[in-house]
């Protein structure tokens, strides 16, 4: 099917966006743009950049009155085409990025067509050559891996986030739910992911979740360290969101697992040891782990490094206390970036060196 030039710049103004919109051989990615935008939500997307504007700044560009392409704007935010920011009575419209971002706004209108071309698509994205230095998201670990002894910086600390949030909606694990729509899904908690600030306003107006209370936010941590789920929020200082994610559903871990040394990709300052003389060869820590860093070898585990997020998964189910988790030599340690704009600043400085670098070859 050959594809409307509206499609077309979409997709080229979805590359230009920090994340990326890889292009395919088999234009699965395009089938996708044409289900989720009209030819003329389509046509309005492109107009809008990653920095927050009025609908009368839009408009201009747009050479629209402005009335009539503030009420569009209103409808693509709410389709969740587009980001909605809401302070006080004055409303600001902003690009999104394919993933993280349209793909999760669609958390309650998906089907089968829709998830059977995204599944299609997701290996595309998450090829190696798109991963940065700097991922949209990174691992922190549960609270129950970190000793009272060891000092944790407080972005790295789950409950601390938790605490100095105002506004926390929870919402669906799209990548669960779209598992489980096609009979492919895990039993895990489904209503797990935590989304903050303008974030959360967002989500809730748009209903893709519900506002909770600290100590509900807190409880779903819980039942997520229990279930065995990776802790991913924002890789920033100021947290915007936490992903619960399983190595079974999760799309980011799904495709780190495809790669040799997937630790070389994820922002996290610590790594899992095991003191082999005091491992019994239980095996629960395979179980646990969600990146198969873990085997068994001469009757106790083994921890692959290369494999290893930090998660810090393995260390409380350990009955004999073998494994600990410790931090990476300062040299090895990743600052965040202070806010998520920060953060795609330096995706899209990386990508462009790495255009660069390939071009030069």
């Not at 506004?167 to 990548?175: D, E, G, L, S, Y």
């Not at 989304?195 to 989500?203: D, E, L």
């Given at each position: 099917m050959q594809t409307e030039p509206v499609y077309e710049k979409l997709a080229e103004h979805l590359n230009r966006l920090p994340a990326g919109f890889p292009r395919t051989s088999s234009g699965v990615e395009m089938r996708i743009l044409r289900r989720l935008f009209t030819p003329e939500e389509a046509s309005l997307a492109p107009l809008l950049s990653l920095k927050p504007e009025a609908p009368a700044e839009i408009a201009a560009r747009a050479e629209r009155p402005t009335e009539e392409i503030a009420q569009k704007l209103l409808e693509m935010s709410h389709k969740g085409l587009i980001f909605r920011l809401q302070k006080g009575t004055k409303t600001r419209y902003m690009a999104a990025q394919f993933v993280i971002g349209i793909w999760e706004y669609h958390v309650n209108d998906l089907d089968l067509e829709l998830i059977r071309d995204m599944n299609e698509y997701i290996p595309h994205f998450f090829d190696q050559s798109y991963y940065s230095r700097t991922p949209q998201l990174r691992t922190i670990p549960i609270s129950g891996s970190i000793s009272a002894e060891q000092a944790v910086m407080?972005?790295?600390?789950?409950?601390?986030?938790?605490?100095?949030?105002?506004?926390?909606?929870?919402?669906?694990?799209?990548?669960?739910?779209?598992?489980?729509?096609?009979?492919?899904?895990?039993?895990?908690?489904?209503?797990?992911?935590?989304?903050?600030?303008?974030?959360?306003?967002?989500?809730?107006?748009?209903?893709?979740?519900?506002?909770?209370?600290?100590?509900?936010?807190?409880?779903?941590?819980?039942?997520?360290?229990?279930a065995g789920l990776v802790l991913q929020p924002s890789n920033a200082k100021k947290v915007v969101n936490i992903c619960t994610c399983c190595g079974c559903c999760c799309q980011i871990l799904k495709n780190l697992k495809k790669l040799p040394k997937p630790a070389e990709f994820v922002a996290s300052n610590h790594y899992a040891t095991i003191d082999r003389k005091v491992c019994t060869g239980c095996e629960t820590c395979l179980d646990r782990c969600q990146m198969e860093a873990v085997r068994m070898e001469e009757g106790s585990a083994l921890i692959d490094a290369d494999r290893c997020i930090g998660c810090g998964l393995c260390v409380p189910t350990c009955m004999d206390g073998a494994i600990a988790l410790k931090m990476k030599t300062e040299d090895r340690r990743r600052e965040p970036p202070r806010h998520f704009m920060e953060t795609y600043m330096r995706i899209a400085q990386e990508r462009i060196k790495k255009l660069q670098e390939h071009s030069g070859n």
């Open positions: 407080p972005y790295e600390e789950a409950r601390r986030i938790i605490e100095e949030q105002d506004k926390i909606i929870v919402a669906p694990c799209i990548c669960r739910k779209e598992h489980q729509m096609t009979g492919k899904g895990c039993d895990r908690p489904l209503e797990s992911c935590l989304v903050f600030g303008v974030g959360a306003v967002y989500y809730e107006e748009n209903g893709l979740g519900r506002s909770i209370d600290r100590q509900e936010a807190l409880d779903i941590l819980q039942r997520a360290e229990q």
